[in-house]
């Protein structure tokens, strides 16, 4: 897939009222060390602590009511797993999230 304007312009349209709209904060420290001007954007905020529920949250609204009704397969060591966990739940839909044995607790 490429992406384009229209195709960003899409994913933000989905995402409206869905997720925290985060914030992008300069960073003094970071600039100073790097000579550069740094700035973070705090996803930590999201419900599931990072910005890959964005991704998530796209792809599922995206699909056609026979892929819905035959659920979502999420396969992640973490942070992915947990937005298409988080928002699978929120829209009804069946998901079986598979992680390797050895992820840590904090992610499961």
Known sequence: MTVTAQSIRAAAAVLADQIIDTPCLYSRTLSAITGAEVYLKFEN????????ERG???KLRSLTPEERAAGV??????????GVAYHAKRLGLRAVIVMQRHTPHVKV
């Open 45 to 52: 905020l999201q419900f599931t602590a990072s910005f890959k």
């Open 73 to 82: 397969l999420g396969v992640s060591a973490g942070n992915h797993a947990q």
């Open 56 to 58: 998530a949250l796209v």
